[in-house]
């Protein structure tokens, strides 16, 4: 990289737009320093610990890496690299057409998508190229206004043919039009960031679709199913529900629609309260920046989870239930077949004054595909106990539990999935050999669990 790479970061989490720093990237080093105003607020920082209230100097560092090249808590605002994020291929074909030539694979280039779509994503931060920029967003796109439904035909066209891949002509710029540049937002499965009327969605039945943040509409997360993994967006819906009914605090909303051979999921956003945004920092973004040897969800094991929630505590006011609460996450990620719980799909939500961990999110039982039946994203070590069931009692203690509240938990929500499976079966969108997988696994885990708390 020939010389440094320059950004703004601004906030609306006031409701009122304001400049939080200058970003700069070099060879070695990430860097942002703060403005002197939000140096002094207690507004939340650029990171729970990148808070300008823990930092006596204006500027935070962190070193880079390959693996982890920004900041940690900037790396969900740049597209990712999956075949079918819908992010990064409109934001590489603007690139595309500014560049008259094929953008570049290096830091430079998803920098500029960083840019691109580094704003009005989840979370509070949102970066620009320069003040200009920022201005002109928070003006035009950026800004609640009241809204004409967004044509659909052109996004319905682009998602038919990016996730169905469908050969069908669409016209990207069109899609621009409607939509601006969505926001980025992370994960594996295409989707974008847009509101919908909900009562059209909830009574009739009709999917109407508007910018984000548009005045009466209900933002949400869509979900856009793809082919590889038919039936991925019933089974999500239903565990969403089965936490919901198994009593896990603020399961947002969620609606599931289809419209043809395209499949959908509406989650609604708990990242915005009356149109402001949130913060919210995942796990992995909260560890990397706390401990720069941390590259990846492999480099911690799942009993170190409760000392890092300890740790946090020294720094950060944290809910007291959140060591509990991850706990049970992680049992009903067993019994219900998610071997993807992963430190992107565990989140808090709040600033250094006061965090939690966020609503249920992405609960998709993964195992149901033999690529994805591991038992846990996040490694663990069984040495030491005969079963994994024994395992994941024991990991109740490493989470300040009693025994006798571990089993408490375990007998709850054994309780709490008793119909899972017959719940499975009747998904007929599921391949059947999806069902029968899920199945035999989350019985076999239910048994092992049932018999470690007898
Ligand atoms: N309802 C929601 N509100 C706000 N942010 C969300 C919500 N659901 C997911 N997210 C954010 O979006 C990211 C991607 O969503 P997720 O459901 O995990 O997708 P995937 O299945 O592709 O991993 C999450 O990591 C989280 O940061
Ligand atoms: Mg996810």
């Given at each position: 990289m020939a010389k440094n790479l320059h950004a703004v970061i601004w906030t609306r989490i006031t409701g009122t737009p304001q400049k939080m720093g200058d970003l700069v990237l070099g060879e070695q080093q990430i860097v942002f320093t703060y403005t002197d105003h939000y140096h002094q607020s207690e507004l939340a920082g650029l990171s729970l610990l990148g808070d300008q209230q823990l930092w006596d100097e204006k500027s935070v560092h962190y070193p880079v890496s390959e693996r982890v090249p920004l900041f940690p808590r900037l790396i969900s605002l740049v597209p990712g690299k999956n075949p079918r994020n819908l992010q990064r291929k409109q934001y590489l074909n603007i690139l595309r057409q500014e560049m008259g030539r094929e953008p570049p694979q290096n830091i430079e280039t998803e920098w500029k998508l960083m840019l691109l779509g580094g704003h009005g994503g989840v979370g509070h931060i949102d970066v620009f190229q320069d003040d200009l920029a920022a201005d002109h967003w928070y003006q035009n796109a950026g800004k609640t206004r009241s809204g004409t439904p967004a044509n659909k035909s052109q996004i319905w066209k682009m998602a038919k043919r990016e996730v169905l891949d469908q050969e069908i002509e669409f016209d990207p710029s069109e899609v621009d039009l409607v939509l601006g540049p969505t926001p980025t937002v992370g994960g594996m499965i295409s989707k974008i960031l847009v509101a919908i009327d909900k009562e059209k969605l909830e009574q009739d039945r009709e999917l109407v679709l508007f910018r984000p943040?548009?005045?009466g509409a209900w933002d949400v997360i869509l979900k856009i199913e793809p082919p590889e993994y038919r039936g991925l967006l019933d089974l999500e819906a239903l565990c969403l529900k089965l936490h919901d009914d198994a009593g896990f605090k603020n399961v947002p909303t969620f609606n599931r629609y289809d419209d043809g051979a395209l499949k959908f999921l509406a989650v609604e956003r708990f990242d915005r309260s009356n149109k402001k945004p949130v913060p919210m920092e995942s796990l992995f973004s909260i560890i990397a920046s706390g401990d720069h040897n941390f590259r990846e969800?492999?480099?911690?094991?799942?009993?170190e989870l409760g000392e890092i929630f300890d740790q946090l505590s020294t720094v950060v006011e944290l809910a007291p239930e959140t060591k509990r609460e991850t706990y049970k996450r992680i049992i009903m990620a067993l019994l219900t077949g998610n071997?993807?719980?992963h430190l992107e799909n565990l989140s808090l939500i709040g600033n250094l004054n006061g965090c939690e961990l966020s609503p249920i999110y992405d609960p998709a039982p993964m195992r149901a595909w033999p690529r994805h039946n591991i038992l846990s994203a996040i490694p663990f070590d069984p040495t030491n106990h005969k079963t994994h069931s024994e395992y994941f009692l024991y990991l109740g203690s490493q989470f300040s539990l009693s025994d006798r509240q571990t089993k408490n938990i375990i007998a709850d929500l054994l309780e709490a999935t008793e119909g899972y499976t017959e719940a499975i079966m009747e998904?007929?969108?599921?391949?059947l050999t999806q069902r029968e997988q899920l199945t035999d696994i989350a019985e076999r885990e239910r048994g092992g669990m049932r018999r470690v708390i007898q």
């Open positions: 943040e548009t005045k969800t492999g480099d911690i094991l799942l009993e071997g993807d719980l998904l007929d969108n599921v391949p």
